[in-house]
């Protein structure tokens, strides 16, 4: 096989597994912190409850964050050296700052935010607690930065072939950030408030239902209504902000084979790439037009203009449709939920199975919002100045091929262990009472 | 300004050297403590693993620094070293994931697993302390294949375990007491000897590769200087052997000492390694200068690191400190 598509299978999935877990740590840590403010403010142990189920939640998909962003670090140099050499003098600094001001600053107060609640004031573990986030949140910073830049490159100039800084702010704020690092954001937050919320709905649905319960449940889903529609909003701006900068991105996106006016919106199709069109395709008439260029008749960029330089179709194609799909999902459900909680104080039991079956759905909608931008990318790794094939090692297959078997061994293994072990987390803490057991002691105590 | 300019990639090497160190000392004893997991009962494991949970995920950042000042400043030993070690660095990597995973899975995990959690721990912590010091075995040996310098590499694999094992033990004296902490002084001076051991086997295996590493040490009038080295490691070695034959103490004040010890052993190891290897980044083939990126970017990561290590610094030692003394049991509440 193909030694640069068995690097990009293996990057891929191993940065496909990590994302999961800061997209659920990024914005449970800002969770954690409104649960601990709530405590502080009402004196409510309810609140103090839900932060110390929610805070083994966190410590279990940090931990997974934390694993698969090391095999990242080292996946950069062994699977793309030639990203180093070609665009090194960029890409470091930004990784430094991020390893400098995020990673310490978060791993650090995590202990104390974990295990430091009795051994420190009140005020200080609450600090802790905004520490840990605010961390995340400056890690997601720099990386998105980074990623950023290479889909606009700027503040760049090439010499000999190598890419020198010129101006620092604009490579940070570079054409793409704002937007793209909105996107994620938000993004994070609904993978979060669904969690919450679903995992919340399942105990309430299996009679655990403290008051603890009902305010993760209500935050989750208030959470969620309040983020999709903003969501939707910063999605279709970075749309248009694609459009620009790499419109054949939003071509595949589309699935327009011709630049032309009055282009219709593609429902549903499957992209025949061999033959330029779509097969099966149903339209509504002028809708891209319309939502892209604003007119019905607005001339919109096909792929034609880039053929032998787009990314492959229909990945792109579909991946964009799995995530539009599970956005308007979750607009319907959390604002139905939302109106019910309003109106009637409590949910039926046939939405909370709902918000139980959605309980992953940002894994889903993340996963494919990345696949499109990723994918879309394609030939280029970073757009204009380096393409995936120029940035590969030299490493033989069968290595990549045999390491790959192991990473994806052990993915499924941590992926099913995870997901078994948030059910069972949920199952115990509605048998513990108000009192949770201590963490690491439950056998200590039990041997003594 | 015109000097640290000059000499900026010097400077890098010397960050890096730093945050391998504190990586070596600090993940050391996480990971040490994870292989003497193996010797506990289910109630011991808790309470060995109740001296690390607050402490390890930061002692891995010091790898992620360190790896990453690799590749940013020195992009081409980067690229050279780890497609040379692009096997081991994945085993590792494996050991390093199911040791981290487990810290939380072995406790969340339903009762039936937990065991197996726990061996995945153990597991782990051995892969990635064995890997490590294959690793640095390869890379003494200069990469060359062959027979002997495999055989090296496995044993650097077995010294650095047993020099991890020797830090977890001295990190448990100083936070157990009772019967682990006199369990704990055994598996110390066992591990002791092992160290010991290794470290021999590794200065005598240096010079004799490379006749330049030969010179170095051996010429005159460097030797006079140099001698302190191994002569200090020497009487460290034998007073720490010393110290550990009166330990357990009923008085816990300087329960901290034999860590200290390993502290300074470690340090004392590595100037060793690093003096041999000096002006070399991946020996006799690559120097610090040739492998070096673009001075502009190493000036802004210069700038970042040197305003916000102190804080690194700082706030390291307040969770130390939030934490000193023998361990408690690890509770959320």
Redesign the interface.
């Known amino acids: 096989m193909d030694p640069i598509l068995l690097a990009r299978i293996q990057f891929g999935a191993n940065i496909s597994f990590h994302i999961l877990f800061p997209t659920i740590t990024i914005a449970l840590g800002w969770v954690l912190l409104f649960f601990k403010l709530r405590f502080n403010a009402t004196g409510n142990e309810a609140w ?1 409850n839900a932060y ?1 189920f929610w ?2 939640v966190f ?2 998909s ?3 964050g ?6 990242m ?2 996946q ?3 699977n793309w ?1 030639g990203f ?2 070609r665009v ?6 930004l ?3 991020e ?3 995020a ?3 978060e ?6 935010m ?7 004031p009140g005020w200080a573990h609450t600090l802790a607690t905004f520490l840990v986030a605010f961390g995340t949140t400056m890690s997601a910073f720099w990386i998105l930065v980074l990623n950023s830049w290479m889909h606009t490159p700027a503040g760049f100039e090439m010499r000999e072939g ?1 890419a ?2 010129t101006d ?1 702010m604009a490579i940070i704020f570079n054409p793409s950030m704002p937007y793209r690092l909105g996107h994620m954001l938000l993004a994070s937050g609904l993978t979060c408030a669904f969690l919450v919320a679903g995992l919340s709905a399942w105990r309430w649905l299996r009679q655990d239902r403290g008051e603890d319960v009902r305010l993760a449940l209500r935050a989750g889903i208030w959470l969620a209504a309040a983020l999709i529609p903003v969501q939707i909003l910063v999605g279709d701006l970075h749309g248009l902000n694609t459009l620009e900068h790499q419109p054949a991105k939003v071509a595949a996106m589309e699935g327009n084979w011709e630049t032309r006016g009055n282009v219709p919106l593609v429902l549903f199709a499957i992209p025949n790439e061999r033959e330029r069109r779509n097969d099966y395709a149903i339209e509504i008439p002028n809708g891209a037009s319309l939502i892209l260029k604003h007119k019905a008749d607005g001339v919109v960029p096909g792929l034609n203009d880039h053929i032998g330089k787009h990314p492959p179709v229909a990945p792109v194609f579909y991946a964009f449709r799995i995530m539009v799909g599970m956005g308007m999902a979750m607009l319907a459900l959390s604002w139905l939920g939302a109106f019910l909680i309003w109106r009637k104080g409590e949910l039926p039991r046939l939405i909370a199975w709902g918000f139980v079956a959605m309980t992953f759905s940002g894994w889903v909608a993340t996963l494919a919002g990345w696949y499109v931008t990723e994918i879309g990318r394609q030939p280029w790794l970073v757009t204009g100045v380096l393409t995936t094939a120029q940035a590969a ?3 033989p297959a069968g ?1 990549i091929g ?2 790959l078997a ?2 994806l061994a ?1 993915y499924a293994l ?1 992926m099913v ?1 995870y997901i ?2 948030l059910f ?2 949920a199952r115990k803490a509605g048998g513990a009472g108000t ?2 057991p ?7 105590q039990a ?2 | 300004m015109e000097l640290i300019s000059n000499n900026l990639p010097i400077v890098f090497a010397g960050l890096m050297a730093v945050s391998i160190l504190a990586y070596v000392i600090l993940d050391g004893y996480d990971l040490g403590v994870g292989m003497l997991m193996a010797r506990g009962d ?2 011991e494991r ?2 060995m ?2 001296t690390i ?3 390890w ?2 002692n ?2 010091w ?3 360190g ?3 690799l ?3 020195f ?2 030993a ?2 050279l070293i ?2 040379e070690l ?2 081991p ?2 085993l590792m ?2 050991g ?3 040791r ?2 487990a ?3 072995r ?4 009762m039936r ?1 937990q065991n197996a959690w726990d061996r995945a721990f153990i597991g782990g912590s051995l892969l990635a302390a064995l890997t490590q010091g294959y690793m640095l075995g390869r890379y003494i040996m200069g990469f060359q294949a062959g027979f002997w310098q495999e055989a090296f590499a496995l044993a650097a694999g077995f010294g650095l375990a047993a020099a991890y094992t020797f830090v977890g033990s001295t990190w448990l004296i100083a936070k157990t007491e009772g019967e682990l902490q006199a369990r704990a002084v055994s598996w110390a001076r066992a591990s002791l000897l092992l160290t010991l051991a290794g470290m021999i086997a590794v200065s005598l295996a240096t010079p004799l590769v490379s006749p330049r590493i030969f010179d170095r040490w051996f010429s005159f009038p460097n030797i006079i200087g140099l001698a302190s080295i191994p002569l200090m490691t020497g009487a460290l070695f034998l007073s720490l052997w010393i110290f550990l034959r009166r330990m357990p103490r009923a008085d816990h004040s300087l329960d901290l000492v034999p860590f200290l010890g390993a502290i300074a052993l470690f340090t004392l190891g590595f100037l060793g390694l690093a003096y041999s290897f000096y002006p070399y980044i991946v020996p006799e083939k690559l120097t610090i200068r040739a492998a070096a ?2 001075t ?2 190493l000036w ?2 210069l700038l ?2 040197v305003f ?2 102190p804080f ?1 610094a700082g ?2 030692a307040f ?1 130390y400190y ?2 000193r003394g023998k361990a408690r ?5």
């Open positions: 103090m110390r805070v083994k410590a279990l940090f931990a997974l934390v694993v698969s962003g090391i095999t670090s080292f950069f140099g062994t050296p180093m050499e090194g003098n960029i890409a470091g600094p990784l430094a700052y390893v400098l001001t990673f310490f600053l791993a650090t107060f995590l202990g104390i974990l295990f430091g609640f009795r051994r420190v190598v020198h800084a620092w090692s030299a490493v290595m045999t390491t192991l990473y052990i941590l262990a078994s072990v069972h987390l009192t949770p201590p963490v690491y002691s439950v056998r200590l041997a003594e | 289910r109630s808790d309470r693993i109740a949970g607050p402490f995920d930061a891995e950042t790898l992620v620094l790896i990453g000042l590749l940013v400043a992009p081409a980067h690229g780890l497609t692009y096997l660095v994945a990597l494996l390093l994931t199911l981290g995973v810290f939380e899975f406790v969340k995990a339903q697993f990126s673009a502009e970017s802004i990561i970042g690191a916000v290590l690194i706030y390291t969770s939030v934490f049991e690890l509770r959320y509440d």
